[in-house]
Structures are given as structure tokens and as C-alpha cells.
């Protein structure tokens, strides 16, 4: 959803908060569904084969939840002003959805500090979370959204070490890598570009 998602930010009016709350709508419909199925109140059940690893809806009211409320909230929050939502969405969707994918097919050797995790996983979150937050962050430069301008050199080190914060983030032995991947890319993008 979000990789797709976040470059339909242009659509919408730039630096307006209704626009914005209309374009996180989209997200948070999904997230609203996610909830009444994960608690029985909805049965869809395409949606738990779909969505979840265990197949219990329950699953629903954790990762997927939490997917598309950080969507929601990026949205919101950051929108076109910044880096930090379009390289956070980057980072989450594309670095570690590559993260999950590497590590289930190539993942033998195991992190030392997190031994559910793995080193492929993590080379792959880095790898496709910058490859993504590159591609992304310099699309919406190219448009001319930011609130300031953001040099070529800065918003590709800013992608860099926000797809390793993410990458990091993603190798610790916590649960809601939805939650902490983005949060860490998010404080680490506003840390460099300074909004």
C-alpha cells in the first residue's frame, strides 16, 4: 500500500491541513477495517488469509494495524514539507518488506545481537530502503514540495543514514518493527535536513 500510496501526495493540494487529512483518510479506512476484522466485528476473511502470517485475525490488531495508523500519522504530520514522512514510508515499505523477503529465503546466518533477525535481512532493509528513499525524496525534490530547498548532496547523505537508522532499527529484538523503523528514520531525517 504505502510504496504506491506516498507518491500520490502530489495529488493533493501542498501545505494544506485538510488536504493532508484527506489524503490520510486513504490509510486510515484501511487501518479502520484491519480493526473491526482483527476484532471480530467484520468477517472478511481474505483479508486474514492476505494480511496476516499465523492466519488469526487477531494478527490484524498488531502489525497491520500499526502499518497503516504510522502511514496515517506520517501523512499528517509531514506530508510534502519534508523528507522525513516520504523517506520514513520509503524505508518502512521498501526496506523492511525486502528485510522480511531476504531474511526468510537467504537468511542462514544470524545477527549476533538479535538472533530472530539476520544479516541478509538487515543488507536488505539498508538496500532497498535507500535505494527507494533515493528515488522517492528526489521525486518530490524534483517537485518542489519541501519547505526548503534540499540539495542533492544533503538529501542523499540524509537518505543514507536514515535508510541505516531504519536498517538499524529493524535488526533490534523488538517487536513492531511498523512502529520502530520509521520512528527512527523519522527523528534521524529531522536530525539532518533540521525539519
Known amino acids: 500500500m504505502g510504496g504506491t500510496y506516498v507518491l500520490h501526495w502530489v ?15 486513504v490509510p486510515f479506512a484501511a487501518t479502520l ?28 490488531l ?5 502499518y497503516g495508523l504510522v502511514h496515517s500519522l506520517l501523512t499528517v504530520v509531514f506530508f510534502t514539507a519534508s523528507p522525513a514522512g516520504v523517506i520514513a514510508v520509503a524505508v518502512l515499505c521498501w526496506g523492511d518488506g525486502a528485510a ?3 531474511g526468510r529465503t537467504y537468511g542462514v ?37 519541501f519547505d526548503r530547498p534540499v540539495g542533492a548532496g544533503e538529501l542523499a547523505a540524509g537518505c543514507a543514514l536514515c535508510a541505516a537508522a ?11 518493527d511498523n ?11 529531522v536530525w539532518w535536513f533540521g525539519f
Not at 113 to 136: D, E, I, Q
Not at 166 to 176: Q, R, T
Not at 179 to 189: D, E, G, H
Open 109 to 145: 546466518a544470524r545477527l549476533p545481537h538479535s538472533p530472530g533477525k539476520t544479516w541478509a535481512g538487515s543488507a536488505a532493509c539498508l538496500a532497498a530502503g535507500l535505494v527507494f528513499s533515493l528515488a522517492y525524496s528526489f521525486f518530490f525534490r524534483h517537485l518542489s514540495t
Open 62 to 66: 498488531s502489525g497491520p494495524l500499526l
Open 33 to 60: 477495517v484491519f480493526a473491526l476484522v482483527g476484532l471480530g466485528l467484520l468477517p472478511l476473511d481474505v483479508l486474514v488469509k492476505t494480511a496476516t502470517r499465523s492466519g488469526r485475525r487477531e494478527e490484524l
Open 100 to 102: 522480511e523477503l531476504a
Open 166 to 176: 531504519g536498517a538499524l532499527a529493524e535488526s533490534l529484538p523488538l517487536d513492531g
Open 11 to 25: 495529488l493533493f493540494s501542498q501545505g494544506s491541513l485538510p488536504a493532508r487529512v484527506l489524503c490520510a483518510a
Open 179 to 189: 512502529l520502530w523503523v520509521p520512528l527512527a528514520t523519522v527523528v534521524t531525517s
